[in-house]
């Protein structure tokens, strides 16, 4: 692979995913997502009559291009047509009016109403019941064959769940979108004042399992024998063994453990599972036993915004805030319970097969295993030809070892802006300036200088914390994570939640007012300060920081103790 050879997939504008994805993805997966995610968005788009279709997915040297289709684009079509012919397009063309008209009735009928519903009645228990068929299947008891079939069916189940999370990205983004769209020029606020007023309503973005960690934390706090077995010097494996087999605590701890065990902490296979992770699953119970904050919302902030808008659209306002707190948790839940949990089922296979295949002298490392195609993986275990040991490590060392800085943000040009919501017609418009809003919000950045000392980003909570900065480049660097520590990291995935309890502030170089890290900061109660673009560039792993939640400051106060 060409290291300096970064050829656009197509003609037109691609732009670099570097919020959600910060390093090649794993060639084992990378197929399966590119097929499905498109299908999945688009399918969340038409409920919504927007006049994006998609975004189309493209992987170059393994990082993840974008590039936005216009609903009836045109084949090869790179970017949106110009003004005046989208102005006749959108009021002439049979298809595109009734797209309009779908845009209109879903803000009539309440359109994400009923899609919370399919999730919660459809969508979300059946992905659960097909996760937990997946997850009861011992690997090691299969023979080769039916480790290649199971392999097949974590991957074809990870696609199917990738789909499932992006039938709900419209539904996630439009409500939020709409709330900034009205309430940032009724009041005069702040992106992030506004959606401090959904804080409380997505219990999920504390870190899944929750609830489980919760009641393990509660039995764990009232029983001084489990105390002792938590805070001793055993390695933290042991620690959760014992505590599992506590005829007490047991059957609190097992729940808690089998919840998370195999959830990626990542959006990738070669991300690891918090299962991997013992000394930070030990850590989350420690600070549960000592008490895990509740998730409540602000209503004196809710009414001092109000005060702020316009008595006429006061009735308004009141019913987008209410109704995008409705569906909020929705942003984090369709990760948790889709692709989040397929993926680690998906990278359970994926170790098993490269135990085998490292104990047989074929793979340098069982981890390789994730960088390798079906076929090759599925060859390999036939003992047929397949790729060699130095291929695997040559595929692994590329992913582990580049990240988005080393690829261009841009492929060809930039993108050109999005049609102004003005030209559009009137029942299209609400739906445009609500994504538009949405997508601002999610992927921009601060543009303020940063300095050695202090780093300027993006405020999502308010609030002042002082801690050691702890550097994490990926989910693997989890277990140097402490409690009190200021996670510094690019970005963050919903399945970061894992290690939320240990956290006292988080700062990332990426992402905006919407991005995960934003909402789990608020969520969570906690200072962060995201958009950075160069924290993990300029605070070093141990350095004493202030974040500063309010004026969305990171001020590096001390070095890190030699």
Same mark, same amino acid.
């Given at each position: 692979?060409?290291?300096?050879?970064? @050829?656009?997939?197509?003609?037109?504008?691609?732009?670099?995913?570097?919020?959600?994805?910060?390093?090649?993805?794993?060639?084992?997966?990378?197929?399966?997502?590119?097929?499905? /995610?498109p299908r999945?968005?688009?399918?969340? %788009?038409?409920?919504?009559?927007?006049?994006?279709?998609?975004?189309?997915?493209?992987?170059?040297?393994?990082?993840?291009?974008?590039?936005p289709?216009?609903?009836?684009?045109p084949?090869?079509a790179?970017?949106?047509?110009?003004?005046?012919?989208?102005?006749?397009?959108?009021?002439?063309?049979?298809?595109?009016?009734?797209?309009?008209? %779908?845009?209109?009735?879903a803000?009539?009928?309440?359109?994400?109403?009923t899609?919370?519903e399919?999730?919660?009645?459809?969508?979300?228990?059946?992905?659960?019941? +097909?996760?937990?068929?997946?997850?009861?299947?011992?690997v090691?008891?299969?023979?080769?064959?039916?480790?290649?079939?199971?392999?097949?069916?974590?991957?074809?189940?990870?696609?199917?769940?990738?789909?499932?999370?992006?039938?709900?990205?419209? %539904?996630?983004?439009?409500?939020?979108?709409?709330?900034?769209?009205? =309430?940032?020029p009724?009041?005069?606020a702040?992106?992030?004042?506004?959606?401090?007023?959904?804080?409380?309503?997505?219990?999920?973005?504390?870190?899944?399992?929750?609830?489980?960690?919760?009641? =393990?934390?509660?039995?764990?706090?009232?029983?001084?024998?489990?105390?002792a077995?938590?805070?001793?010097?055993?390695?933290?494996?042991?620690?959760?063994?014992?505590?599992? @087999?506590?005829?007490?605590?047991?059957?609190?701890?097992?729940?808690?453990?089998?919840a998370?065990?195999?959830?990626?902490?990542?959006?990738?296979?070669?991300? !690891?599972?918090?299962?991997?992770?013992? @000394?930070?699953?030990?850590?989350?119970?420690? %600070?549960?036993?000592?008490?895990?904050?509740?998730p409540?919302?602000?209503?004196?902030?809710?009414?001092? #915004?109000?005060?702020?808008?316009?008595?006429?659209?006061?009735?308004? /306002?009141?019913?987008?805030?209410?109704?995008?707190?409705?569906?909020?948790?929705?942003?984090?839940?369709?990760?948790?319970?889709?692709?989040g949990?397929?993926?680690?089922?998906?990278?359970?296979?994926?170790?098993?097969?490269?135990?085998r295949?490292?104990?047989?002298?074929?793979? !340098?490392?069982?981890?390789?295993?994730?960088?390798?195609?079906?076929?090759?993986?599925?060859?390999?275990?036939r003992?047929? !030809?397949?790729?060699?040991?130095?291929?695997?490590?040559?595929?692994?060392e590329?992913?582990?070892?580049?990240?988005?800085?080393?690829?261009?943000?841009?492929?060809n040009?930039?993108?050109?802006p999005?049609p102004?919501?003005?030209?559009?017609?009137?029942?299209?418009? +609400?739906?445009s300036?609500?994504?538009?809003?949405a997508?601002?919000?999610?992927?921009?950045?601060?543009e303020?200088?940063?300095?050695?000392?202090?780093l300027?980003?993006?405020?999502?909570?308010?609030?002042?914390?002082e801690?050691?900065a702890?550097?994490?480049d990926?989910?693997?660097?989890?277990?140097?994570?402490?409690?009190?520590d200021?996670l510094?990291t690019r970005s963050?995935?919903?399945?970061?939640?894992?290690?939320?309890?240990? #956290?006292?502030?988080?700062?990332?170089?990426?992402?905006?007012?919407?991005?995960?890290?934003?909402i789990?900061?608020? @969520?969570y109660?906690?200072p962060?300060?995201?958009?950075?673009?160069?924290?993990?560039?300029?605070?070093?792993?141990?350095?004493?920081?202030?974040v500063?939640?309010?004026?969305?400051?990171?001020?590096?106060?001390?070095?890190?103790?030699?």
């Amino acid at each position: 692979m060409d290291e300096a050879n970064f @050829e656009a997939p197509g003609k037109g504008s691609w732009e670099l995913d570097s919020t959600h994805f910060t390093r090649p993805i794993a060639r084992f997966s990378g197929d399966k997502i590119i097929e499905a /995610f498109p299908r999945g968005f688009a399918e969340g %788009t038409a409920r919504y009559g927007l006049l994006l279709d998609h975004l189309q997915p493209a992987l170059v040297n393994g990082f993840l291009y974008m590039q936005p289709v216009a609903y009836l684009a045109p084949p090869g079509a790179t970017a949106p047509p110009p003004a005046p012919v989208l102005w006749l397009l959108t009021r002439l063309h049979p298809k595109m009016r009734a797209r309009i008209a %779908t845009s209109a009735r879903a803000f009539e009928a309440k359109q994400w109403r009923t899609d919370l519903e399919t999730w919660d009645t459809q969508d979300k228990p059946a992905a659960i019941e +097909r996760h937990k068929a997946i997850q009861i299947i011992d690997v090691a008891a299969l023979s080769d064959e039916g480790l290649v079939a199971h392999l097949h069916d974590c991957r074809e189940h990870a696609a199917k769940m990738v789909e499932l999370h992006h039938k709900y990205t419209a %539904t996630a983004i439009v409500l939020t979108g709409d709330l900034l769209a009205h =309430a940032v020029p009724w009041t005069g606020a702040t992106p992030g004042e506004v959606l401090s007023l959904l804080k409380g309503s997505s219990p999920i973005s504390q870190g899944f399992a929750a609830d489980e960690l919760v009641k =393990a934390g509660d039995a764990l706090a009232h029983n001084d024998r489990a105390l002792a077995v938590l805070r001793s010097d055993a390695p933290p494996a042991e620690r959760i063994e014992l505590l599992s @087999e506590d005829q007490d605590v047991g059957p609190a701890v097992r729940a808690y453990v089998e919840a998370v065990r195999y959830r990626s902490v990542g959006y990738d296979v070669g991300d !690891p599972s918090a299962g991997e992770m013992p @000394e930070v699953m030990v850590q989350a119970l420690a %600070t549960a036993a000592a008490g895990l904050p509740a998730p409540a919302s602000d209503e004196t902030a809710v009414e001092a #915004l109000r005060v702020r808008v316009p008595t006429e659209h006061r009735a308004q /306002f009141d019913e987008l805030v209410s109704e995008a707190r409705l569906v909020n948790r929705l942003r984090d839940e369709r990760g948790v319970y889709s692709d989040g949990w397929a993926t680690g089922l998906a990278r359970r296979a994926l170790l098993e097969a490269g135990r085998r295949l490292h104990a047989r002298g074929l793979l !340098p490392d069982p981890s390789h295993a994730v960088d390798l195609k079906l076929d090759e993986l599925s060859a390999l275990l036939r003992g047929q !030809p397949g790729p060699s040991p130095a291929e695997a490590a040559a595929h692994h060392e590329w992913r582990t070892t580049h990240a988005s800085e080393d690829a261009p943000p841009f492929l060809n040009s930039m993108p050109a802006p999005p049609p102004p919501a003005d030209i559009l017609p009137p029942a299209a418009r +609400r739906a445009s300036r609500a994504v538009d809003a949405a997508l601002a919000n999610l992927f921009g950045v601060s543009e303020a200088a940063n300095s050695d000392q202090v780093l300027r980003g993006l405020s999502v909570n308010s609030g002042t914390y002082e801690g050691p900065a702890r550097l994490v480049d990926s989910p693997a660097d989890f277990g140097r994570i402490r409690h009190g520590d200021v996670l510094v990291t690019r970005s963050t995935s919903p399945y970061f939640n894992v290690v939320l309890p240990l #956290l006292g502030a988080i700062v990332t170089d990426r992402g905006g007012q919407l991005c995960h890290a934003a909402i789990v900061a608020r @969520e969570y109660g906690i200072p962060g300060v995201v958009g950075t673009r160069e924290a993990t560039t300029l605070i070093e792993d141990g350095d004493r920081v202030r974040v500063d939640g309010t004026t969305g400051e990171v001020h590096v106060l001390a070095p890190a103790a030699s």
